[in-house]
């Protein structure tokens, strides 16, 4: 049984409105009794990552779904490491990708949780690096070394001159921003117990 406060974070619409959370990944919060704060925190990535994702996908080869699944479950191992959700860690990124393969969750998806916070790893992918932006930028964080990565990618992917694709991707973010204060609003309003 979805305790309340929870069953609110999932469904609370938010102001402007974010999309909820895919139907698996609300069960699986409801099953791990997950903090409301973080299934509020994990709604606001997730709807980052959909604006994210639908912006540059004219621009940029990736595999959309696994971006929004990966932004939707990113801190999942913060139902173990609690004190991660308003203190530092790492600990929830290795917990989270054992918790997801324990729970079934194949492999190319449960890494988002492990590598969502380690972009600078030789064999990341683009959809990680999207995870990883969105992870920053639903709070209006500008990691200039994460988004040179994606501009990289945007430029062998587009044949466009480095600054152009600098340009599409800060415009993109830029909007993203815009909003932060909302969001940060909305995950507040969720309590963290």
Avoid at 86 to 97: I, K, M, T, V, Y
Avoid at 102 to 117: D, I, N, S
Wanted: hydrophobic content about 45%.
């Amino acid at each position: 049984m979805t305790s309340p406060a929870l069953h609110h974070a999932l469904t609370d619409p938010g102001d402007p409105p974010l999309r909820p959370l895919p139907d698996e990944v609300c069960d699986l919060l409801t099953a791990l009794d997950a903090p409301p704060r973080l299934a509020a925190h994990l709604r606001a990535v997730h709807d980052v990552a959909w604006s994210l994702t639908a912006a540059l996908s004219p621009h940029l080869p990736f595999d959309r779904a696994a971006v929004l699944y990966g932004a939707a479950t990113h801190d999942i191992g913060k139902t173990v490491h609690v004190n991660e959700l308003s203190g530092p860690g790492s600990a929830h990124e290795r917990a989270g990708h054992e918790l997801l393969l324990q729970r079934g969750v194949g492999p190319a998806l449960a890494r988002f949780a492990r590598t969502h916070a380690s972009w600078t790893l030789p064999d990341i992918t683009i959809e990680d690096l999207l995870v990883s932006v969105a992870d920053k930028i639903w709070k209006g964080k500008r990691v200039v070394d994460l988004e040179q990565k994606v501009v990289d990618h945007l430029v062998r992917a587009t044949d466009q001159e480095p600054w152009q694709a600098f340009l599409t991707l800060d415009d993109v973010l830029s909007g993203l921003a815009a909003n932060a204060d909302d969001r940060l609003a909305f995950q507040a309003r969720h309590p963290a117990a």
